[in-house]
């Protein structure tokens, strides 16, 4: 394995494992805070931050739209930052108390929506071998969080509305992925820069909107004060840090393979709360290791379709 793809296997892992944490750390904010004005402040900060970094990196021309599409960039950070932002969030505070684990499982899902995205979008249809490596990581992920007993999820009462909520943020966090793919020639960090600061604009109409029409209040700086803590782990590690690390190790794996690593999610949501006191069960020790066993099988298998690829060209020269 090449120090490149090493790379991007880590950055993807970083990811994830930043946003495994997200959720708990938003269970305690959602008590002093609406999910709308809390994103809106915290990709307010991440997107500054953003900004500094590209300037440094690229100086003024990294700003500069002309003749890009960035429409499109748009419309790609609207979905990863004010769809992914706002509905997964929301679906996460109206799921109550168990809504972090809830929201994490949910974007167990996103391996399978990332799949059909593709082929969809790109006319790309995955390896059979690559649904049957998703298949095994959400198995272990429902080993996870239901401890072997899958009926009891099955037949526990849920929040149809925050589960749907929960799965369409996840489906936005997707196209935004899939999106980098759509600029080639930009950077990681200008697409993750480019794509917050223009879809913060639609961050901040919609909160501005929902203020307005009496839907949320305006945040006092008190509310702030408090959940400041929150707000700088969201913005500059799973804001800042994590979302370039994403955008980096997708651009180096390609999407199909970075998706997958949203499994670790609910894993590592699962964990940090077992630092709380819960502690695990062999059951479900046994389900983070079977996600780990099928991520690490993907890319290996991964890299095994992509020499097999390069074997037929240069085994048809060599007959001319």
């Known amino acids: 394995m090449n120090n490149s793809y090493s790379k991007g296997l880590i950055c993807c892992l970083l990811a994830t494992l930043s946003w495994g944490a997200m959720f708990p750390v938003m269970t305690d904010a959602l008590q002093y805070i609406d999910p709308?004005?809390?994103?809106?402040?915290?990709?307010?900060?991440?997107?500054?931050?953003?900004?500094?970094?590209?300037?440094?990196?690229e100086g003024k021309?990294?700003?500069?739209?002309k003749g890009e599409r960035w429409g499109l960039a748009w419309l790609f950070g609207t979905f990863g930052f004010a769809g992914?932002?706002?509905?997964?969030?929301?679906?996460?505070?109206?799921?109550?108390?168990?809504g972090a684990l809830t929201a994490?499982?949910?974007?167990?899902?996103?391996?399978m929506l990332g799949l059909l995205t593709i082929w969809l979008l790109k006319k790309n249809r995955p390896h059979a071998s690559t649904f049957g490596f998703i298949l095994m990581s959400f198995a272990g992920v429902l080993l996870v969080i239901s401890n072997g007993s899958i009926a009891e999820i099955m037949n526990s009462p849920s929040n149809l509305t925050a589960n749907l909520l929960l799965i369409a943020g996840a489906l936005?966090?997707?196209?935004?992925?899939?999106?980098?793919s759509y600029f080639p020639h930009w950077s990681p960090v200008r697409y993750t820069t480019m794509t917050t600061l223009l879809g913060m604009i639609s961050v901040a109409a919609i909160d501005v909107t929902l203020v307005l029409t009496g839907y949320i209040s305006a945040p006092s700086i008190s509310t702030v004060s408090i959940v400041m803590p929150h707000l700088l782990y969201m913005?500059?590690?799973?804001?800042?840090?994590?979302?370039?690390c994403w955008n980096v190790g997708n651009k180096i794996i390609t999407a199909t393979n970075g998706v997958l690593f949203m499994d670790v999610v609910p894993v590592t949501a699962f964990i940090v709360s077992a630092l709380s006191?819960?502690?695990?069960?062999?059951?479900?020790?046994?389900?983070?290791?079977?996600?780990?066993?099928?991520?690490?099988?993907?890319?290996?298998?991964?890299?095994?379709?992509?020499?097999?690829?390069?074997?037929?060209?240069?085994?048809?020269?060599?007959?001319?």
């Open 36 to 57: 709308f004005n809390f994103t809106t402040i915290r990709y307010a900060i991440a997107g500054l931050a953003f900004a500094l970094i590209l300037f440094y990196m």
């Open 104 to 111: 994490s499982i949910m974007m167990a899902t996103m391996p």
């Open 235 to 244: 913005a500059l590690i799973a804001g800042l840090m994590a979302v370039l």
């Open 172 to 180: 936005c966090w997707v196209l935004y992925t899939v999106g980098g």
């Open 277 to 320: 006191g819960v502690v695990p069960t062999s059951v479900q020790l046994l389900g983070a290791g079977i996600t780990a066993t099928a991520l690490i099988l993907n890319n290996l298998n991964q890299r095994k379709l992509a020499q097999a690829k390069l074997s037929v060209p240069a085994m048809a020269t060599s007959r001319t």
């Open 84 to 98: 992914f932002g706002f509905l997964v969030f929301l679906g996460q505070h109206m799921a109550g108390p168990s």
């Open 61 to 65: 021309k990294g700003f500069n739209l």
